[in-house]
């Protein structure tokens, strides 16, 4: 059975918000001979963010599969696939921000970045678990999830203080 596994609302979320509270005033703000531009812009940067948050994984019984847009293949992001059985183990390391990254380490010494940020991420971790054998305890999400709502939150913040100000 395929399932499919998109990306976390609240990182989609985070992200679109972010964007909108940053480029909003943009268009307002330009000069009239640019205003034209400016929303051309806008709304093409909009769909850009919208489509590479659009990435997903899917697993069935042999194999794992991560998919990214085409702007996403455009902007370097890759396919992959890989069958369970050529998972050799799932290896940690250590980000910058004290968190962990995982990866899928194949018997070709080949390494997939595990997705983390993935609605349904327990039920993920259960397929993974259940097709490789290998333990899936420590793995969790990269972020906690309340600083992608937090700066959703705050980005919605943004926008409304843009919209008082530009409506007095």
Do not use: H
Request: hydrophobic residues 45%.
């Amino acid at each position: 059975m395929i399932e499919k596994f998109k990306t976390l609302f609240f990182v989609k979320s985070s992200l679109v918000t972010l964007y909108l509270a940053l480029t909003i005033p943009i268009p307002f703000v330009s000069i009239d001979i640019l205003k034209i531009p400016s929303i051309i812009t806008f709304v093409l940067g909009l769909y850009l963010i919208i489509n590479i948050t659009s990435d997903y994984v899917e697993t069935c019984d042999e194999k794992i599969s991560y998919k990214t847009s085409f702007i996403s293949k455009i902007l370097g992001k890759k396919n992959w696939e890989i069958s369970w059985k050529d998972i050799k183990l799932i290896k940690s390391l250590p980000t910058s921000q004290g968190s962990k990254v995982y990866y899928f380490n194949t018997y070709k010494s080949d390494n997939f970045l595990v997705p983390q940020r993935l609605e349904n991420f327990e039920r993920f971790l259960l397929i993974v678990s259940s097709n490789t054998g290998i333990s899936i305890d420590e793995i969790s999400y990269i972020s906690p999830l309340w600083t992608y709502k937090l700066l959703t939150f705050l980005s919605v913040l943004m926008i409304v203080g843009e919209l008082f100000a530009f409506l007095n």
